[in-house]
């Protein structure tokens, strides 16, 4: 084992779980056992809870801009510590270094913003009517939690953490089980920025520890990002509870290419968004809907798939299973009758054969009722159907029970237009294909991708992690009593 037996962390300490149930932490990049990770007990996660409310008193009377500066200090040391954390993230989670710098740097991007928070919660006062004054102020919630995905161990924590603590939150961080050693560091330099102990706690574990999550009565609200299943369990339960819940679900994002497209530009970014961290984002795309003739574009993708290279300039999924199930969907969508142009089935790596690659993949002539065409595959697979008109293109996109993100590759403005109103996503693409907003605007998809109101990155995150306060105040008596008063 390269690593030590993961432990939680309470109130500024690495504490063992009272839980024997442990699971492997495997790198999917060569197979090798990286950890274990203790699956916690409700009682491990009331200690973080007692922790995370002791704390919440003196922290949450902080002023925000003495708060900010421990987030200064982090996003410093993220800098400082950007490469080791990089390889840390590319071990447990198999994508390239590359990627994983990516990470590491849109996580200081994220906490970048959370020092701009004083600027955007200065709230509004307005003399009402003689002499009165109403005024609002945002005020922290409590001790809230984040339950995270594998597919991003440092970016997925750092859309909640810097932004919610700043705000004057305490967290309990909830990790993926499957890459659970990020978030570790992640403690660690919170404390050496100066973050007070028990602000932020780490409690490790599965589905149970989640569902005791949504179930404490100490916890006020719950953010979740994970597959639609898990977070419709997580919205009901923590609504159920009373609770404030958003929770980002699953995704098949569809990109629309147009005749008129930039072969070259739309055939890179069509590759990029579905190789992208092995097909393992939110955001990538996995079905295209060819409009009219663009055969000359599906050539160039072709061609740039070709040069996605596992182990090279692509990273491993994130485990066996997740192999198995990717070439699942490949095979039966053959069985089917569609064609396989490019076929990423069997991918091995010399030297790393206990890891778990599959090559990129293009399947032509899908039908829109093949699973392939509905349902999220996330793995390095695009599937291509053909419409006659962008409306039959649109209804394709429109039928689609998620809405994460949706795309258009065309030089023409009035169609660009035309898709951004007509998609049905929360995120829409104009020759770009990972739409992702980027700080100050706010990451959120709609349908079954989110559960929940507002976004959870960027300006909407304010309302999310606060409650407003009004207040009415007369200063002056000689002002009189009218109907308000
Ligand atoms: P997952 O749903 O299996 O796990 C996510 C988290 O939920 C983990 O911490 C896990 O321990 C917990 N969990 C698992 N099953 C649960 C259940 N039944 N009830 C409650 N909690 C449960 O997801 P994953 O495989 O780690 O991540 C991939 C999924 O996350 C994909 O569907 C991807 O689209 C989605 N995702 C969405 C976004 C977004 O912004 N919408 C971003 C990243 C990932």
Redesign the pocket.
Known sequence: MKYPALKNYINGEFVVSGSSRTLPVISPVDGALLSEVPMSTAEDLHTAVEAARAAFHKWSKTPIKERVQVFFRYKFLLEKNLQELASLCSEENGKTIGESVAEIEKCIELTEFATSLPQLVTGEVLEVSKGVECRTEHVPLGVVAS??????PSM?PN?TIPNAIALGNCMIM?????VPISCGRIAELLKEAGLPDGVFNVVH???E???AI?DHPGIEAVS????????K??YQ?ATKNYKRCLA????KNHLMVMPDAIPAMTAQNVVASMSGCAG????AASAMVGVANVDHIIDKICDEARKVVPGVNLGAV?NKESKERIERYITEAEEQGAKILVDGRGAKVSGKENGTYVGPTVIDYVKPDMAVATE?I?GPVISIMRTNTVDEALAIENANPYG?AASVFTQNGGVARYVIDHASAGMIGVNIGVPVPREPFS???WNE??FGVGD?TGKSSIEFWTKLKKSTVKWNPEAGVNWMS
Do not use: H, Y
Request: hydrophobic share 45%; proline share 4%.
């Open positions: 339950i995270v995905p594998f597919n991003f997925v859309w909830k990790p993926s089980e499957k574990g599965d589905v520890i989640v569902e949504c979740f990002v994970g597959s639609t299943k898990a977070a369990n997580v339960r980002l679900g699953g995704a393992q984002r939110c955001m994130i999220e996330f994460n990451f959120g998809g991708s989110k959870i």
